[in-house]
């Protein structure tokens, strides 16, 4: 397959159909789009990238060049991720001190006055998907993405409780299952993008301000998180 052809530059083809020079260079991906909007950076990973030091450290660098040289520019990552690299090397450099560096560098962007909006089209896994898509304003995936904090399979041989509990759990908490329709349940993801309407989806979110986190508040509504949103009101009414 051609570099050209590749899943991830596809998607930036429906997504900018004005144009985009977004380019991969490894599992980086990084460039920017043309919308009806204006310009937008894009950030991100491919391939089902493991997010390691090195990948950490390259993602971060993309986001403090992009609040550098192009302020204001609202930023879309998009997050093909199956979470941090599980390696004796990255862990003994401090692979969740790169991650959080790279969600501090999001949270600059932030702070500078970037709208941030991640978008899910391939993987999304535990660290990997907290520093690279969680941290956005809002976030959104295709229906086919794979999203989850850990495979049911490694749920139970951690918790040591049987998979066909954990699978009845799923049925009725969106809390315990993996997948897109029950991370939107949970508010983590606010809508799903249809393949054939991206860039629609993409400029509709880029006119919409950022805000108050909305997940909570979500959560609520739509059943998965029944009690996040009230909880998170009484700590700020005591505070």
């Known amino acids: 397959m051609s570099e050209a052809r590749s899943p991830a530059l596809a998607l930036c083809d429906g997504l900018f ?7 991969a260079e490894g599992l980086l991906l990084w460039g920017s789009g043309r919308t009806a909007d204006g310009p937008v950076a894009v950030i991100g990973t491919r391939d089902h ?16 060049r992009v609040v550098r040289e192009h302020p204001g520019r609202p930023i879309l990552m998009l997050v093909d991720t199956q979470g941090q690299q599980l390696s004796r090397r990255d ?12 969600a501090k560098c ?11 909006l991640s978008l899910v089209y391939g993987e999304a896994v535990s660290g990997g998907f907290l520093a690279l898509g969680m941290i956005a304003d809002r976030t959104y995936a295709l229906a086919d993405a794979q999203i989850r904090v850990m495979a049911l399979p490694a749920m ?8 066909e509990a954990l699978q009845e759990l799923c049925r ?12 939107a349940r949970l508010g983590a993801v606010e809508a799903v993008w249809p393949q054939d309407a991206l860039a629609e989806g993409l400029v509709q ?18 059943g998965g998180r029944t009690l ?4 998170v009101q009484a700590v700020l009414q005591a505070a």
């Open 17 to 23: 159909p004005g144009g985009h020079d977004v380019r």
């Open 49 to 64: 990238a493991a997010i390691g030091v090195d990948l950490a450290y390259a993602l971060a660098g993309e986001v403090l």
């Open 91 to 102: 862990e003994l450099l401090g692979n969740g001190g790169y991650l959080a560096h790279l």
């Open 106 to 116: 999001f949270e600059v962007a932030r702070m500078r006055g970037h709208l941030l």
């Open 156 to 163: 139970a041989r951690i918790t040591q409780i049987p998979i």
């Open 172 to 183: 009725s908490s969106a809390i315990f299952g993996p997948g897109v329709d029950n991370y």
């Open 205 to 222: 979110a880029l006119r919409r301000p950022a805000g108050p986190d909305p997940r909570a508040a979500l959560g609520r509504e739509r």
């Open 228 to 231: 996040a949103h009230d909880v």
